[in-house]
């Protein structure tokens, strides 16, 4: 029975779909209560065929749909399903100043004295952000061609609640970027701010003696331990707060809403492929990376990224894989880690392009000027969130708070985030993989003969 049942949803689902299709093109009248009896099994099929695959991301693409049905047949009650997602958003909003903190750190100071891999350090930072900054651009360019966020009507109740903005000058804005207080940044949520002072930290960290040094980077790495494991706590959380903001979404504007969802989706997929074979593979052509042997190492990473939505959780076999096929564990234990706070190419694609998504939804114009300094923003603010799954929301929210963008288009782009989310980790992953043959090229160390040497676990963080 229980290998029947994913048979048994797909089928259910499929003609629920078909029957929804064609009634809604008017091919064929068919009966509203007919409808829904033959869409609601579909769902119950669904969540039976969840219940068997005992998967997280299972239950967050199913409670997507269970939310849609739901805020379609019964937007009564699926406008007061709002607070659940607000929930989910609120716990996911704590995490970001630890987390910034810790993986920063770490990420900086965890490694060696900034002295002995200088070198090694500057060419891996001009990589990173030159790449990450290419990245920026594509994504912002994308949305600004595929629109995918106009037409979008919010509901003026959601607009109304929104505080006024004071205009800024560029000396309010730079001023803004640095901190007075580090307590009242954290509990202001100001991304910026904590990000520089994380890094700050984390170079006067790396400067000191290793006495000092050692028990305050244990309490950094023991600190980014405990955020991910938080973060798994409250992503159990993320079927019913994904569920409540579909039908939330769907209730209050409708299922047009999906149209434009899915042409997030599609807009965020494409540019994240042209990313690949336009930025990254003229890259590895150029440095002559063996292609098919990198394609080979990195198949096993990035799967376990791509169904994990977690760059962290692959983190130890990319490192593992990159040592296979030539590169010093040295640079693989200093690039890697350090790539997953300052390289996050899928990562900061998506928030760039979800950012104008966000004010296209609000029906906000937003000048090329603007647009540019939300972009520069991102670049700060997009570091360090690798390890977490969807930890790119927090940011996001962060940067709308900052450019006085609604929160309530986050909410829609919450329904799809765990697609979204597989490809801009796997990009992340790749990224960094390739970051770490970049280097050692650079380095002149790359071997043309798989190292074999000390055990991997010396490397991993």
């Known amino acids: 029975m229980k290998n029947t049942i994913p048979l048994i949803a797909f089928i259910s689902f499929s003609i629920a779909a078909v029957l929804t299709g064609?009634?809604?093109?008017?091919?064929?009248?068919?009966?509203p209560a007919v409808l829904l009896v033959v869409r609601w099994i579909?769902?119950?099929?669904?969540?039976?065929?969840?219940?068997?695959?005992?998967?997280?991301?299972?239950w967050i693409l199913v409670s997507m749909v269970v939310g849609a049905e739901i805020g379609n047949d019964f937007p009564g009650i699926a406008i007061n399903l709002r607070v659940l997602s607000q929930i989910f958003l609120?716990?996911?909003?704590?995490?970001?100043?630890?987390?910034?903190?810790?993986?920063?750190?770490?990420?900086?100071?965890?490694?060696?004295?900034?002295?002995?891999?200088?070198?090694?350090?500057?060419?891996?930072?001009?990589?990173?952000?030159?790449?990450?900054?290419?990245?920026?651009?594509v994504g912002l360019a994308a949305i600004n061609i595929s629109k995918a966020g106009v037409g979008i009507n919010m509901p003026v109740s959601t607009t109304e609640e929104l505080p006024q903005v004071a205009k800024q000058s560029t000396t309010d804005i730079l001023l803004h970027i640095f901190p007075e207080n580090i307590?009242?940044?954290?509990?202001?949520?100001?991304?910026?701010?904590?990000?520089?002072?994380?890094?700050?930290?984390?170079?006067?960290?790396?400067?000191?003696?290793?006495?000092?040094?050692a028990p305050v980077l244990r309490f950094a790495e023991g600190l980014s331990e405990v955020m991910f494991k938080f973060t798994n706590i409250i992503m159990y959380f993320a079927p019913v707060g994904v569920g409540a903001a579909i039908a939330y979404t769907v209730g209050h504007m409708g299922l047009g809403i999906l149209v434009n969802l899915?042409?997030?989706?599609?807009?965020?997929?494409?540019?994240?492929?042209?990313?690949?074979?336009?930025?990254?593979?003229?890259?590895?052509?150029?440095i002559r990376v063996p292609i098919k042997q990198f394609i080979q190492a990195i198949a096993e990473p990035v799967s376990i990224a791509f169904a994990t939505t977690s760059s962290e959780a692959a983190l130890p076999r990319a490192m593992e894989a990159m040592v296979r096929i030539g590169v010093p564990q040295k640079i693989v234990a200093f690039v890697m880690?350090?790539?997953?706070?300052?390289?996050?190419?899928?990562?900061?694609?998506?928030?760039?392009?979800?950012?104008?998504?966000?004010?296209q939804a609000a029906g906000i114009e937003l000048s090329f000027g603007q647009q540019l300094l939300m972009?520069?923003?991102?670049?700060?603010?997009?570091?360090?969130?690798a390890g977490v799954p969807r930890a790119s929301l927090v940011i996001l929210l962060g940067t709308a708070a900052s450019f006085g963008l609604p929160v309530e288009p986050i909410f829609i782009i919450l329904g799809i985030d765990e697609l979204m989310d597989m490809a801009r980790t796997s990009v992340n992953v790749i990224g960094n993989c390739l970051a770490t043959v970049v280097v050692a090229k650079w380095e002149g160390e790359f071997a043309k003969e798989p190292i074999q040497s000390e055990s991997i676990r010396e490397v991993e963080v």
């Open 262 to 286: 899915f042409h997030l989706l599609a807009t965020l997929y494409v540019a994240l492929l042209f990313f690949l074979l336009c930025v990254l593979l003229p890259i590895a052509l150029l």
């Open 183 to 213: 307590a009242k940044s954290v509990a202001e949520g100001e991304v910026l701010q904590i990000v520089v002072f994380s890094v700050l930290f984390g170079v006067a960290l790396a400067m000191i003696s290793e006495k000092h040094r």
């Open 22 to 31: 064609i009634n809604y093109l008017g091919l064929l009248t068919i009966d």
């Open 337 to 359: 880690p350090t790539g997953y706070s300052f390289n996050l190419d899928g990562t900061t694609l998506y928030l760039s392009l979800a950012s104008v998504f966000v004010a």
């Open 375 to 385: 972009v520069f923003t991102l670049m700060l603010t997009s570091k360090g969130v």
């Open 90 to 137: 609120k716990l996911i909003k704590t995490i970001i100043a630890p987390l910034l903190f810790g993986t920063l750190v770490v990420g900086i100071a965890g490694h060696s004295d900034l002295k002995q891999v200088g070198r090694m350090g500057w060419k891996s930072l001009l990589y990173f952000e030159v790449v990450t900054t290419i990245a920026l651009f």
């Open 42 to 58: 579909a769902v119950i099929t669904l969540i039976m065929f969840a219940i068997t695959k005992k998967s997280l991301t299972t």
